[in-house]
Structures are given as structure tokens and as C-alpha cells.
């Protein structure tokens, strides 16, 4: 008893066997297409084979799916632990327990790698899809240790991060962080269709950022929300009634005021709860923009002489402007090396803005008056006039 | 008769006063805080003075104050051009049509330049603030043109682009691109606030980028929000209409996966009409992931080797691991390039994923089987797991 066998050869299904196979490990694959698993294999991800005795079973089948998968790979493979990587977790367990009794069910343990691309399909697969990804496991105490071990076992394979969470639990956090936030987006996005070129035209930075997953597919994206239709209704209705009160508040009554800026300063504190960079608390860098000329090799030289400085960038993120051809890039870098940062730049030729010169220079530290925010990831800049 | 008069040295009017002394222009500076006009003129934005007869004045206070402001300016000077920075037009004009008749409201010429940072106050102010963001100029028939002129000179001198628009038009596409987006960020990031820990460490770069902007300034925006409001309410109101369809498609009855699918699709339709680079039509990049220690110089070596390959980086954008101190870079660039990229950064000892390689490799002129998306600011990337 053996190997992994990996059920459906799509993005995941693929990326997994690409990956466990690099690791050393013996997988087999199976797809519903012929032309699917074929192509798998040809990858490199395993041998399409119908195997005796695989020590575990991963279902990477569409979530829609998933449930009669894992119940037929608990009943056809009597010994083998039996995982999938569907993106809700708790319907799926459903559809499992109410087909397969213990101590059979006690085999099944779903887990969530939190991976994906743009792309779908054994062709758009890597290897290192779930590198230094989360990848959520849901056990409880009637779970095997020794079976549990085997599915985290996969996951390190893989390099991803193993994190144990009751399915209940995953399905309410991720119906939050991730199917909350596609709903949003695609709704504020649906909002672009019928606007004149002229007004698009408009769109800064913020709308890019709110809208960017807004392309994603839609296939895909129902069988998600519908799998986890209770806890994305819950949060979705939240936010419907602080958009009732913003929409009401709208009409500039007495109090309306004290409601806007409490939606406001509301997002301010759920912004705040987001973690940083390598999951740590949120930290605070300094944010340095530099301008300069869209042509080959500006970004090489410019980061040639960042490194020269020796100094870490912790972030960046380039933005582009409308109908020239300038662009800037902003560098986050720790706080004490701003002014170095600056100074070293403007002293090679760079364009950094002047009054960025003086709040460093004003402060050697760097610490209190250059920009700030609260995560690499997630500094703001707004569009509009601020006084 | 001569100079440019700024009337509130917050963030955008200690910008001006600087951008426009820059460009050799006389500036005067004002504002209700001695301790602000007398930092925007340490800082070189302009001189404090009461001028005799300013050219043009540019009433640069918060929105909520701007019409009075106005009226006050086109009254105390007589034969000056007045013009403003509030990111709201139509209420600001009624507030001064309300208030003074022709042909002195035809000295008025409402402006938005669509600029800001995430700090306010004149400490905040760099010149080159306004450097190639739009600038929203409002102007009618009986503007007369040699007034028109000056407005126009004035962001220019200062680097911004351009943009004649109709005072009702900007405020309904405003509300759209930026006001609207930015209700809705805030609404889901208030949604974070109770949640545990271990369900907010699953966030990734979706909810991050959704969220970005909710940390913006409660009080600029209720301000903001305030002066746009029927605008806001028709945008909200259009999204509470889908987020009412969906959220009833989310009990499953008949013909609820249409409606769920629907709304994700009518996304991708809005996403779409953002525009790329430049202004530019949205056009297609190949992306190339390269993984990387998190160290300093590393991002330094990167974009020197990808500069000696002399290939122009049209996007860049970094992603961190939660808990491991290992980073990856996203490379956007042009599709043509992405076969010499991937060969020349392997060769040079890049972790660049194989798959990558081999797509790049099965298609020398790497068009159609790598990674694309519509824009260097707009890429999509999921944190669901995909078929």
C-alpha cells in the first residue's frame, strides 16, 4: 500500500502530482477526460493508472463533485485515507457522512490548500503552486493520528503551510476573507459596465486594487458560493445592512454624518486586523517614490543601486500614469534605512521628491515623518484631494 | 495683475504653491491656521501675503468649505480667475451660483485634480503631487476662454493631465471609479473586525487588494461623501440591487446558479473596461513568477539580470508567504519577451517554476500559453483553489 493517487487532473490535480512526484513520491492520476489525464501525465505529474492500494487519495475534482468522489474512493479503497482540496469544506463533509458510516468515515480528512491562478487546467499547472501557501487541514478527536499525518505529510511535500482548522470554522473565516471579497468586487466591478469611456477614464489605483479579482471565473466561482451559500449569506447580509445605512444616511439627515464616518473609520479598524508580511503582526515600513522613465532597464538600474545601498526592499509597487510615459515605483523599505535609502538614491541621479528628502533628513531615524503604512501589502493611496 | 493666489495649505495647496514656484511661478499663500500657511512657506510653496489682485486664485480647502471660500474670492477680487480642488463639482458650483450672478460666476471654473496621498497637511505636500494625474477642468459655453486658459496653464505648470468634463458628468463618474469603490472597500473591511485570528490569517492578496483603500481618512471621505451624495446613492443602489439578487440566490432555489454566475460575469464585463497603461486600451502581459529568499539585494540582482537581458518590465508585484521567510516577484511583461525572460533568469539561477518555462518553450513567441492579463495594475491571482 503505497503512493498517492490523485483524482482529477485540473489546475490542483496536477500542480499536486507535479509537485509530490519532484518530492520523490509515487503518484498515480485519474481524470474523468481521457485527454485530461493524458496531458497530466505527460507533464510529469504521475502515471495514469487505476491503482490497488494507494495509501492515500486526494480528490482535486471540481468542488461540485467533490462529495461523490471521496465516497466512492472510501468504498472502492478500503485502507486508503482519502483528502480533497475543495474550497468548503463543511457541505462536503455533509455529503460524505451522510453516505459513509465510521469507522470508514474516520478515513476521510478534507483539507484546502489556499492556491490557485488565474488559469485552469493541467496546462496552466507548477509544481510550486502551494509553495509557502496556507494549506488547511480539518480533523477532529475521532481522526487517526496516523492518518492525519499522512495528509500533512502531502501538504509539507509541497511546501505549503499546514494549519488545522474545524471545517465550520474554515468555511465561516474563508466565506469572509475570500467569498465575501469576490462578491464585492464583482458587484462593484458590474457598476463599470455602461459608464462612458471619458468617466472610466477616471479609474485610479483604488479602483484597480477593489477590482481586480472581479476577473475572475464565474464557472468556478458559483460552485464556490453555492457550496458555501449559508456563511456567504451571513456576511453578505452584514454588509447589506451597513450599505442600507450608508445609502440611508445619503440623504444627509441629522445623524447622517456620525454614520458615514463611522463606515469609514469601521473599514479603518477590519483593515487593521489583516496580517503582514510572513504572517506577522503588521509593521510599519517607509515608503519612498521614485519617478522615472518607462524604458527597458530603468527598473534594473534603479534596483541595482537599491541594492548597492544595501538596502531590503520590502515592498513595491509600481504605478503607471495616464497617457504619458512616466511611471513611479514605490519602495517600502524599514523605516531607520529611509533617509539612507533617499539620500543614496537622489545621490545617483534618481527623481525622489523633494519634500521625501527633507522628511528623511529632518529625521535620520526616518522613523516618524517619512510615509508609512501598516503592511507591505496594503498601503494606501487615495485619488482624491485631501487637504 | 499677476501670481497665483492658494487659499488653504493642507496636502493639495502646499503641492501647488510648491509645483508652481518650482515653474518660476509667484505664489501667495492663505489659510485659517497661521501655524499652516507659515509651514507652507518654510517649505517653499510660496510667500504668505493678502494680494492686491492675484491672477488666479485656487481655493484648496477642505470640500465642505469650498463654496463660501469661492464666493468670498470672486468678490474680494474682482477681475481673478477663481478655481478650486474639490473632488465634488455640481455641489460646489450650485453653492456659488446660488450666491453670486454673471458675468462674475463666469470667473469661476470648478477643477479636480485627481491626486492625494495617504497623509494630509502641508508637512505631506511634494511638488510633484499632481505629476501625470488626471486634472478634471470644468468649464461651459460662456466660460470665457482666455479664463479657461489659465486654469489650464495652472496644471499644466504643475505636470497634470488635462481633462475638460462637465461638472454633473465628473460627479456621476467619480462616484463610480472612486467614492462608490471606496463605501464598498470599507463595508467589507468593517466585516474583518470580530474575527479570530486564525481565520484573518487566510487572507491573501484578493482581500488585501479589495480592502487597500479602507484604510482612508474617515473625515476627508465623510466630507467627500457628503458633497456627492445623490451620485454615491445611485451607485449604491444599483449594488445593493445585485447584492440583494445574490444574496437570494444563495438559498438554492431554481435558477439560483444563473443569477450567481451572472453577477460574477457581469464582473469580468466591468473589469474589462478599466483602462491599461498609459491610458491605453487594456493590453495583454505574460507574467512570470521568480521565487526568491527574502534578503537583502535579492530583488536588486533580480532586476539587474532581467535589465541585462534588456527586457522592459511593464508591472511588478510582490507576494510574501505567510510564516516563511520566502518572497516571490511577479514579472508582467511583454508576451513576445517572456520565452527570453524565463531562459535567461533560469539561466542565471533563478527559481523561475518549470511549467513556466515549458510554456515558454512550447510557444517561442510566448503569446498564448503564458500567463496574460488585461492590464499591468489589474492581474488576477486567486486564493481558491481552481480545476
Known amino acids: 500500500m503505497t503512493g498517492v493517487h490523485v483524482i482529477g487532473t485540473g489546475l490542483l490535480g496536477t500542480s499536486l502530482g507535479l509537485a509530490l512526484t519532484r518530492a520523490g513520491w509515487t503518484v498515480t492520476l485519474a481524470d474523468a477526460s481521457p485527454t485530461a489525464q493524458r496531458l497530466a501525465a505527460d507533464m510529469g505529474a504521475g502515471t495514469v493508472s487505476d491503482p490497488e492500494a494507494p495509501a492515500v487519495v486526494v480528490v482535486c475534482t471540481p468542488p461540485d463533485v467533490a462529495g461523490p468522489m471521496i465516497v466512492d474512493a472510501l468504498r472502492r479503497w478500503p485502507d486508503a485515507t482519502v483528502t480533497d482540496v475543495a474550497s468548503v469544506k463543511s457541505a462536503v463533509f455533509e455529503a460524505v457522512r451522510r453516505n459513509v458510516g465510521r469507522p ?97 477614464a477616471l479609474a485610479g489605483q ?71 508580511k510572513h504572517g506577522q503582526a503588521p509593521a510599519k515600513y517607509a515608503d519612498i517614490t521614485v519617478y522615472m522613465d518607462d524604458e527597458p532597464g530603468s527598473l534594473a538600474r534603479l534596483f541595482a543601486d537599491v541594492g548597492d545601498l544595501g538596502i531590503n526592499v520590502e515592498d513595491v509597487r509600481m504605478d503607471h500614469a495616464p497617457g504619458i510615459m512616466l511611471g513611479s515605483v514605490d519602495i517600502s523599505v524599514l523605516p531607520a534605512q529611509a533617509h539612507a535609502l533617499v539620500e543614496g538614491l537622489t545621490a545617483r541621479g534618481w527623481w525622489v521628491p523633494e519634500s521625501e528628502l527633507e522628511a528623511a533628513a529632518e529625521d535620520p531615524a526616518g522613523g516618524s515623518t517619512t510615509a508609512t503604512h501598516d503592511s507591505p501589502l496594503v498601503g494606501t493611496t487615495t485619488e482624491e484631494g485631501q487637504r
Open 104 to 200: 470508514d468515515l474516520d478515513r476521510y480528512i478534507g483539507s484546502h490548500p489556499m492556491a490557485g491562478r488565474e488559469r485552469s487546467g493541467a496546462i496552466a499547472a507548477r509544481a510550486d503552486l502551494f509553495t509557502a501557501r496556507p494549506w488547511v487541514v480539518c480533523s477532529d478527536e475521532d481522526t487517526p493520528p496516523e492518518r492525519l499525518a499522512q495528509v500533512v505529510a502531502i501538504a509539507e511535500a509541497v511546501g505549503a503551510v499546514v494549519t488545522h482548522l474545524d471545517p465550520d470554522f474554515h468555511d465561516a473565516s474563508v466565506a469572509r476573507v475570500s467569498h465575501a471579497p469576490q462578491v464585492v468586487a464583482s458587484l462593484m466591478a458590474a457598476q463599470l459596465r455602461q459608464m462612458p469611456d471619458e468617466g472610466v
Open 206 to 276: 483604488g479602483l484597480r486594487d477593489v477590482t481586480r479579482i472581479a476577473a475572475s471565473d464565474p464557472g468556478l466561482w458559483t460552485q464556490i458560493l453555492a457550496g458555501n451559500a449559508p456563511e456567504v449569506a451571513t456576511v453578505l447580509k452584514g454588509i447589506r445592512a451597513d450599505l442600507d445605512a450608508v445609502i440611508e444616511a445619503l440623504d444627509l439627515r441629522d445623524g447622517a454624518l456620525r454614520t458615514l464616518a463611522g463606515a469609514i473609520a469601521a473599514g479603518n479598524e477590519g483593515h487593521d486586523r489583516i496580517p503582514g
